[in-house]
């Protein structure tokens, strides 16, 4: 692959960039996968290996919560190979550069459709987890949401219940399953967000899946710019007035690079000599 550190493309998303006051992030399974995370499908992906989730799980899971997390408890016990790669995984350089880039000013928010907390870890703080993040746990009632090493849970008393005052509504995984509505405060959050984005960036996303493609769909719509980083052509591409074709994990942090050379660029101007008092 030819550097894009250099290409007209880079210099034109940082323009985008820098223009911009509301830049959101719609951050996908490639930037998992980077990590070495297993996909879900695709050869050796999760459902592939194991079959793809009953499409009534919340179903299910509504039916009778105590069995549920019979099985989570043991599952958490028995930690499979699946669970260990996911645990295993670190934060890679493109989650980095992604937090950067929020420090930095040049991003306002990042709405993530992955569930493996890498994104936190990396120390994004304006972070909307769409479809929920496997190491929290979140109430079905008010949409309270712990990180399960805060929120102990007694075998003999299942499901748990919500800690907070007057709800006490059962306790599930902040994973959205399938036949889960998603959280109405998270898509509250990503329509606002969105709502207020004069710049889009889609990364590491096939943008199949719905709700999370639309928001950058409906954005370029109304005539917000799209920068698209995948290695892949996708949905998107024909609508992203930027392509930045490569793995997030390199492409992003030459973006990261290139938006703080330029922020340094400008601050150099503004502090030269002769200037100041
Ligand atoms: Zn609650």
């Known amino acids: 692959m030819s550097s894009d550190a250099d290409s007209p493309s880079l210099a034109h998303a940082v323009a985008l960039i820098a223009a911009a006051r509301h830049a959101v992030v719609l951050a996908g399974a490639g930037m998992s996968k980077e990590s070495g995370i297993p996909t879900f499908r695709g050869d050796g992906g999760l459902?592939?290996?194991r079959g793809e989730p009953p499409l009534n799980q919340y179903e299910t899971f509504s039916a009778d919560p105590r069995r549920w997390w019979e099985r989570r408890l043991e599952q958490e016990r028995s930690a499979d190979e699946f669970a260990t790669a996911i645990e295993s995984a670190e934060p890679?350089?493109?989650?980095?550069?992604?937090?950067?880039?929020?420090?930095?000013g040049a991003i306002a928010h990042v709405i993530s459709q992955n569930i493996d907390d890498l994104h936190r870890r990396a120390g994004q703080r304006s972070l909307t987890e769409i479809h929920g993040n496997r190491t929290w746990m979140r109430c079905i009632v008010c949409e309270s949401r712990w990180p399960r090493a805060e929120f102990p849970v007694d075998p003999e008393a299942l499901p748990p219940r919500c800690a907070q005052p007057g709800c006490g509504g059962i306790v599930k995984?902040?994973?959205?399953?399938?036949g889960e509505p998603i959280p109405p405060?998270?898509?509250?959050?990503?329509?606002?967000?969105s709502a207020r984005a004069d710049l889009f960036l889609s990364v590491g996303t096939s943008a199949v899946v719905y709700p999370a493609a639309q928001y950058p769909i409906a954005a370029a719509q109304r005539g917000v710019p799209l920068i698209e980083i995948n290695p892949e052509p996708t949905p998107l591409t024909p609508l992203a007035a930027v392509v930045l074709r490569g793995p997030s994990g390199e492409v992003l942090p030459a973006l990261a690079a290139a938006v703080r050379a330029l922020q340094d660029r400008g601050s150099a101007?503004?502090?030269?000599?002769g200037e100041d008092d």
């Open 47 to 49: 459902w592939t290996v």
């Open 92 to 104: 890679n350089a493109g989650h980095r550069a992604l937090a950067d880039l929020e420090a930095m």
């Open 173 to 178: 995984g902040d994973t959205v399953m399938f």
């Open 185 to 193: 405060s998270a898509l509250r959050r990503c329509a606002e967000e």
């Open 269 to 273: 101007a503004r502090t030269s000599p």
